[in-house]
């Protein structure tokens, strides 16, 4: 552990290491993103109501909204699975899947992107076999979300999937408690922290995503356009405010995401007791 | 015995759905008309200059992403000074903003009508641009990997190497160096997969100027709405086959980092 004599050391580098720090963090995110509030707030608010609260955008919002609330659930049950099956079940190609996991954070959003329209389109090796098409539906940008999050809930639950104590499993079982309870009052407790985390940062990512979600998407106005593509369409336009207003919506909703997971692990450190 | 074969059923299942199947899309997708389109796709001039653009922003988001990292890390982890948990929320922003809003943000700033517009900086719409951008959304990585390993570490190595003489930049060389080297191994290999993949942010600034300002992302975007799959999946196959590698790279070094603990783990009971 860092045993840092309160505030005298010895060690050098203070103040170099610190000012590149803060000169960096300011110039590159500190400052632009002061600025995006100013050139909103420079708008005028009817103005500004207007711009985002117009029907296009509202689709939009409900639409990135929806799409990520069924992505991260999906991802929260099966990235459940998925983290106790690698960590607690011996099977050969164990390895090698776990390794999997992290592709979605290896692989290029574009290629992510183009690689499930191939396989969700309507006569893709996926898609034939479903019957109903997902591609260039809301289905399909669900599943594009979907891949973006899954590593997020696996790589939270892992960890703590190792940490528990099979040992406590056994004590409960040897106790008197059936399977399920001790699943429900055991085993669930002590994961939902994570859970939750995993499920934040994961619903956190896919209010953002982008590049894999637009290939699949179809981008039709009011149905199939989420709210990143619309700021991406306004800019093109060169509607500089229109883009600004829901860049600001954007951020707020990012900052919102940021601040409920710092607060889910000041709850979890404060109930356990580490940190 | 049941509920393990539930289990692994499961996880296959989801895994090759989601993962697996797309992945094996992209290069059989790639080599649908056979290798010789395969290579003419590679070697074409704006792929070319793709990937020499990418190349080139990617090797600079390096570099600036350990410069910070070792910055960051330094002053976190061996100082005390208030307002340190904010700092540590300001390194994360980046990866919690959308990609679009941190080239909304690019553009705010250099754009026609941005804050620094009136000097014609030629950002936006340029190389300079591009990097920035790349730079924006892939210098926490380093940060990010360095700080929790030299917490753990400790400064107890550093500050006997110094009341021992030796100057700040030998204690860095010579002590903390080859103790975070792996991990910072590690945040160059996110650093630079992120970086080289990046498209969301770059695809708002680069202005999508062929074989000038397009990235290998970019390339793969023009390409696939030109409904030149079979080109854009073989670009595209580039580009996996890196994702394939830093996981390769992550898999090995997790493999060695547990070697070491294990080894250092026998030394200290024997």
Known sequence: ????????????????????????????????????????????????????????????????????????????????????????????????????????????????????????????????????????????????????????????????????????????????????????????????????????????????????????????????????????????????????????????????????????????????GVR | MKWKVLLIGLTVLFLSLFLLVPLAAILVEALRKGAGAYVRALLDPDAMVAIRLTLLCASIAVVASVIFGICAAWAVTRFRFPGKSLLLTFIDLPFAVSPVVAGLLMVLVFGGQGWLGPLHLGVLFATPGIILATIFVSFPFVARELIPLMQEQGTEEEEAALLLGASGWQTFMRITLPKIKWGLLYGVILCSARAMGEFGAVSVVSGHIRGRTNTIPLHVEILYNEYNFVAAFAVASLLALLALATLGAKALLEWKLRRDAAAAQREAGA
Do not use: H
């Open chain 1, 1 to 272: 552990m860092a045993r840092s004599n309160k505030n005298a050391t010895i060690i050098p580098g203070f103040g170099l290491t610190l000012g590149v720090t803060v000169v960096w963090l300011s110039a590159l995110v500190l400052v632009p993103l002061v600025l995006l509030f100013v050139r909103t707030s420079a708008l005028s608010w009817p103005k500004f109501v207007e711009i985002v609260t117009d029907e296009r955008a509202v689709a939009s919002y409900k639409l990135t909204l929806g799409c990520a609330l069924v992505a991260a659930s999906l991802n929260a049950v099966m990235g459940s699975i998925i983290a106790w099956t690698l960590v607690r079940v011996e099977f050969p190609g164990r390895r090698l899947l776990d390794a999997v996991v992290d592709l979605p954070f290896a692989l290029p959003t574009a290629v992510s992107g183009i690689a499930l329209t191939a396989v969700y389109s309507r006569n893709g090796w996926i898609g034939q076999a479903l019957g109903f098409p997902v591609a260039f539906t809301p289905l399909g940008i669900m599943v594009a979300l979907t891949f973006i999050g899954l590593p997020f809930v696996v790589r939270t639950l892992q960890p703590a999937i190792e940490d528990l104590d099979p040992g406590v499993e056994e004590a409960a079982g040897i106790l008197g408690a059936s399977r399920m309870q001790t699943f429900l009052r055991v085993i669930a407790p002590a994961l939902l922290p994570s859970l939750i985390t995993g499920f934040a940062l994961a619903f956190s990512r896919a209010l953002g995503e982008y590049g894999s979600v637009i290939f699949i998407s179809g981008n039709m106005p009011l149905r199939t356009e989420i709210t990143p593509l619309l700021i991406v369409t306004k800019l093109e336009q060169f509607d500089y405010a229109g883009a600004t207003a829901l860049g600001a919506v954007q951020l707020t909703a990012s900052f919102l995401m940021l601040f409920s997971i710092n607060l889910v692990q000041w709850w979890t450190a404060r109930k356990t």
